[in-house]
């Protein structure tokens, strides 16, 4: 089961739901849930720095031809694309799910350079070398993928993260996703 393999640690870091908190969560307090849509849209938005962040950690230790390390040009011509599309959605999701101390009306596109410097760094500091080859895989059976679907099944494997969760065990994503109505 997926759950139970070590690299799901990395993938989480590569849906990025679970660092888009961390940096910030200093400043933030968790506030309302995200719909489906909403996660999806940020993990769209932060697909093509968590990938490039992916390549980066993993580049010495992957084949020169391995899917991962030539994903530079689907990066810039699909993801960066999808990510700028599902910004103004994700943007304000991730402002309306964290209270920041921002002067009301602050446009999300301010704090996009933050929070995409903070995923690149949390990506390439979580991936552990012998997680390199799973997530190489992982990504080559996602690359054919639309950038939304590749959006829709992280935010599932976050959903499966949180049910696997035990009693008392500490939240690992930095905002809940609501099944119902946004709340």
Not at 35 to 44: H, I, L, N, R
Not at 89 to 109: K, N
Not at 168 to 174: H, L, M, T, W
Request: with cysteine; net charge neutral.
């Amino acid at each position: 089961m997926i759950r139970s393999l070590p690299v799901l640690h990395s993938l989480s870091a590569l849906a990025l739901m679970g660092t888009l908190a961390s940096q910030t969560a200093h400043a933030a307090q968790a506030g309302k849930c995200l719909t489906p849509a909403e996660a999806e849209s940020v993990a769209v938005s932060a697909l093509p720095d968590a990938l490039s962040s992916a390549q980066k950690a993993c580049a010495p230790h992957l084949p020169a031809r391995s899917a991962l390390r030539t994903a530079s040009t689907r990066i810039t011509q699909v993801y960066r694309p999808a990510a700028d599309r599902a910004w103004p959605q994700a943007g304000r999701a991730f402002l309306s799910a964290f209270e920041l101390p921002l002067p009301e009306g602050t446009s999300p596109d301010v704090v996009r350079p933050l929070l995409l410097a903070t995923i690149s760094a949390l990506v390439e500091q979580e991936i552990k070398p012998e997680d390199c080859g799973t997530i190489d895989e992982f990504y080559s059976a996602l690359e054919p993928l639309p950038p939304e679907n590749v959006g829709k099944l992280l935010v599932a494997f976050l959903k499966l993260g949180e049910n696997d969760k035990k009693p008392g065990q500490a939240k690992s994503n930095p905002f809940t996703i609501c099944e119902g109505p946004k709340q």
